[in-house]
């Protein structure tokens, strides 16, 4: 008899690298939540709450007027929301937010 072995991994393509590599392993502990945990702690709150707006198909200067903000506040979230995503505009960091479940699908506006 083989020994178990407990193997964890964050990605689908982890997880299909492993079963390839260890094809008698009995446990395979995939954790999809760890990442999106940590990309949650690297967005302030209210960088999250900004990505979320944008998410919903609005504009700065409408984030801005609705959170009763600077125009200039919500373009600074927005610079440190893809600095820290390592995206370089809107359409990539939804995709990358929505790839990573930092923001439901029925959040999005098409």
Known sequence: MSKSKIIEV??????TEK???YPDAV????????????LLSMLTASEQLVL???AKGKTTKEIAFERNLS???INTHRKNIFRKLEVNNVHEAIKY??????????EYYI
């Open 10 to 15: 964050t990605s689908q393509e982890e997880l």
């Open 52 to 54: 979320h707006e944008i």
């Open 97 to 106: 937010a929505l790839r990573t479940g930092i923001i439901d699908l029925t």
């Open 19 to 21: 079963l390839l590599e």
């Open 71 to 73: 125009f200039h506040t």
């Open 27 to 38: 446990v395979i502990v995939f954790r999809e939540n760890t990442q999106k945990q940590d």
